[in-house]
Every structure is written in C-alpha cells, then in structure tokens.
C-alpha cells in the first residue's frame, strides 16, 4: 500500500479515477471533507470509548468495487492507516492511504510536520 501526501491524494483523484473515502466520524466529516468523498467510520462510540467499526469493511464493499482506486483519509494520518490496511487485507488492491489526513501531522509543539488536505488549500466541503 502506497502512503501518499494531501497533493498527492487531489492528483490522484483529479488524474487516475481515485475515490476519497473518509474514515473519520460523522461529526468531523459534516464539519469538513475533501469535496467529493464518501464517508465510512473507522471508530464508533462503545461501551468504553471508541472502538472499532466492525461493519466497516462491508460499509465499504456496499459503496466501492474491490477493485475501485481509494485515497482513505482521516484527521492526522492514525486512523486511516488502519483501515487502509484492513480493506487490503480484505481484498482491496488499489488503496493509497493519505498520510497526512486533514488536519496535517503536527509535533509536540504544535509546528506542521506535514501539511493535511486543509492546510494545502484542497477543495473542501460541508455538510448540507
């Protein structure tokens, strides 16, 4: 699986067909998401805090093919590593994970290590 940055991600959208799913939750999705993407949570809320979706491979086999091209991105990079790798490991070939998700990976002290979808000025949406 190919790990790619914001620009890399809008190149690969704009220029090879690929599809922006979003693995964050509903809340942060409505808030702000590439224009175009589709959305599927990797966490939910459990009993304890947040746990694993255990219905996101199949909410993603109901909206994309196996074969489809997908950019999954989240807030800083964490989560959608993880699903990424979850939907390779169950049969999806054409997955890219977008390092940096939107709100860019920061350090300690708050300075931009790497730049997310935001930070780079990328289209953008809204909820409705």
């Not at 959305?39 to 947040?50: F, I, R, S, T, Y």
């Not at 491979?57 to 950019?71: H, K, M």
């Amino acid at each position: 699986m190919r790990r790619v940055s914001a620009r890399e991600a809008h190149a690969l959208m704009e220029n090879e067909g690929y599809v922006y799913l979003d693995v964050r939750t509903r809340p942060e999705f409505d808030e702000a998401h590439p224009t175009g993407a589709l959305h599927v949570a990797w966490l939910e809320p459990g009993n304890h805090g947040m746990v694993v979706n255990p219905s996101f491979v199949p909410q993603v086999e109901a909206v994309l093919a196996r074969d489809a091209r997908i950019v999954v991105g989240c807030a800083s990079g964490v989560r959608s590593l993880a699903a990424a790798n979850a939907l390779v490991e169950s049969g999806f070939v054409e997955v890219c994970e977008q390092r940096a998700g939107m709100a860019g990976v920061r350090d300690p002290f708050g300075r931009v290590r790497e730049k997310g979808w935001r930070d780079e000025g990328l289209p953008t949406s809204v909820a409705e």
